[in-house]
């Protein structure tokens, strides 16, 4: 069976009414995200980050998969699927997607403020402060901010190579190290992009753009990929 990884970004989940955050005006929901998705926002005013980071999963509760994810799904018939996003929201899995790494964590989740491997399902849309994990610290929400580690990026670098189809869907590529992983694909892999300001890559391989909107797009290259 042949072996497709899907590479996702905010995009995807935008036609299901969640705002990506590198648009026009570089906000995400008209917060800096220095202001709110950093260490150094955490430390500064962690009520703040924390209430942003409620609304957001209140959005993503509100929110249903699109097209595009529900196409996504199908493409298990035929093909041995992995799904590597970037996004924090659960519409992959509530789609039906098998088989999806999360790199930047599951805003579904909380985890420690001391040991992030800690990790709890929030009952509801919020972490209050002062709800705490069991070694007495703040619970946060388990997203990745920027300057923190990765840990998925192992795991999802190893996994690239093995791909004969990668197909990349709403993402700007802005954000490292996600950003990277092209870098593994190899030579012979068919590479498929999906956006409507698709971000452009340096690959040798077969390279086909669909410019456009991921529910619109992504259940045409689903059906392409179930026929061929
Ligand atoms: P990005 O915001 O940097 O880029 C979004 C990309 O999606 C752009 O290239 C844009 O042209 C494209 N796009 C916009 N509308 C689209 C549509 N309808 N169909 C297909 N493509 C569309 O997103 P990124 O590269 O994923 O980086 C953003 C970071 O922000 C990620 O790390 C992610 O964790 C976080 N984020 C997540 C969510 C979410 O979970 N839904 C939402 C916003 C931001």
Not at 73 to 101: C, F, P, W
Request: include cysteine; aromatic fraction near 8%.
């Amino acid at each position: 069976m042949k072996k497709i990884i899907v590479l996702t970004g905010a995009g995807i989940s935008a036609e299901s009414g969640l705002k990506t955050f590198r648009g026009h005006d570089g906000l995400w929901e008209g917060y800096n995200i220095y202001d709110v998705a950093t260490p150094e926002a955490w430390q500064r005013d962690p009520e703040l980050v924390q209430r942003f980071y409620n609304e957001r999963r209140k959005s993503v509760m509100e929110a249903q998969p699109n097209a595009a994810h529900l196409a996504l799904k199908k493409l298990e018939e035929k093909y041995e699927v992995l799904i590597i996003t970037q996004n924090i929201d659960d519409l992959h899995e509530r789609a039906g997607s098998s088989n999806v790494m999360h790199l930047h964590g599951q805003i579904k989740y909380a985890c420690s403020s001391k040991n992030p491997a800690l990790l709890y399902p929030i009952e509801g849309y919020e972490i209050k402060m002062g709800d705490l994990c069991e070694l007495g610290s703040q619970l946060r929400p388990h997203v990745v901010w920027f300057g923190e580690p990765v840990p998925m990026m192992t795991k999802a670098i190893h996994e690239m190579p093995f791909a004969d189809v990668v197909i990349l869907i709403g993402s700007s590529l802005a954000v490292y190290p996600a950003n990277t992983l092209f870098d593994y694909v190899s030579s012979g892999a068919k590479v498929y992009i999906v956006d409507p300001e698709a971000p452009t890559i340096s690959l040798k391989n077969e390279l086909v753009v669909l410019k456009g909107k991921a529910a619109e797009k992504v259940p045409e290259l689903v059906e392409m990929l179930l026929n061929s």
